[in-house]
């Protein structure tokens, strides 16, 4: 029981030390290219279900947003096929992709 309350008292403590960790900038790539998201080329993405999200492809790091509609409904607009990627989502970035 008290190898219980022990590990529960751990898992607490954890918890609340990941409130304290600092909070980071989403709209800015942080990493070997820093720079704001908006300087970046977006394209479509098309999920399974004909859903578009917003892509970004910097090289190593990459970004995925739904897209939606003022409502906050999904986009769903037939750019293109299921899982499919339209668009300059490549653009933007000197790193090459290793994938």
């Known amino acids: ?3 219980i309350k022990g590990l529960a008292l751990l898992a607490a403590a954890a918890s609340l030390a990941a409130c304290d960790a600092p909070k980071k900038d989403k ?3 942080n990493w070997m290219d820093s720079k704001d998201l908006s300087q970046l080329r977006a394209g479509i993405w098309v999920d399974p279900n004909g ?3 917003w892509i970004i492809d910097d090289g ?3 970004y995925l947003s ?3 509609d003022k409502y906050g409904k999904p986009v769903c607009s037939g750019v ?4 499919t990627a339209v668009g300059p989502f490549k ?3 000197p790193i090459e992709d290793p994938i």
């Open 60 to 62: 190593i790091e990459g």
């Open 27 to 29: 709209t800015v790539d």
């Open 80 to 83: 293109a096929p299921p899982n």
């Open 1 to 3: 029981m008290k190898l």
């Open 66 to 68: 739904q897209r939606l």
């Open 91 to 93: 653009a933007g970035s």
């Open 51 to 53: 859903c578009d999200h």
